[in-house]
């Protein structure tokens, strides 16, 4: 463990009169700012997709068992836009500009979007996405480590949500 200098409060006022323009990201913001924003879009991307394709899975569901999968693609639609907001405000708070451009967001995304035939392939292709995600964003916040705490934690409070989601679409596709 490294030890750790608190500044004084002089400094500390000092410190954050200097580059005010820079809003929260202060001196003491060690991560790479561009890297963290280029990341933090791609997640974007991946939670508007997720959000698309259950939109479209909850419309879309029929047969014996499909209203409880349907309740559960809309939950998890409705959580999808939520971190996608917290994404595109986290973008901001860093300088940054979130990309909601419809052009090339699947290519930005890490998870695809597949439609899905039958209520059994959409169940598959929305875990198969969690998956993903929950992979993609342990991998990103081992990535960010401690250099950003603040991007580490929205990271990880997503990772657990998204965890959630494949827990539940498990648990619907062995029901089918």
């Known amino acids: 463990m490294t030890d750790v200098q608190l ?14 323009e820079d809003g929260a990201v202060t001196e003491g913001y060690h991560a790479d700012r561009e890297k963290i924003i280029e990341l933090l879009n ?3 991307a991946t939670e508007l997709v997720c959000v698309l394709r259950y939109k479209r899975h909850y419309f879309m569901a ?8 349907a309740d559960e693609f809309l939950e998890h639609a409705t959580q999808e836009a939520e971190h996608a907001d917290k994404l595109a405000e986290r ?9 909601f451009s419809p052009d090339g967001l699947t290519g930005r995304s890490h998870a695809q979007y ?9 169940v ?23 250099k950003d705490p603040t991007t580490r934690r929205l990271f990880e409070e997503i990772l657990a949500q998204e965890e959630e989601h494949a827990d539940d679409m498990a648990d619907i596709l062995k029901g089918l």
């Open 7 to 20: 500044s004084d409060v002089a400094t500390l006022r000092q410190r954050a009169r200097q580059n005010v």
């Open 42 to 44: 791609a997640s974007l």
């Open 114 to 122: 597949v439609a899905g035939n039958n209520l059994r392939e959409m």
């Open 62 to 69: 029929t047969g014996l068992k499909a209203q409880v999968a």
């Open 91 to 99: 973008i901001v708070q860093l300088g940054g500009e979130p990309d």
């Open 124 to 146: 598959y292709e929305d875990l198969v996405a969690e998956r993903i995600a929950v992979d993609s964003y342990r991998e990103i916040v081992q990535y960010i480590g401690d």
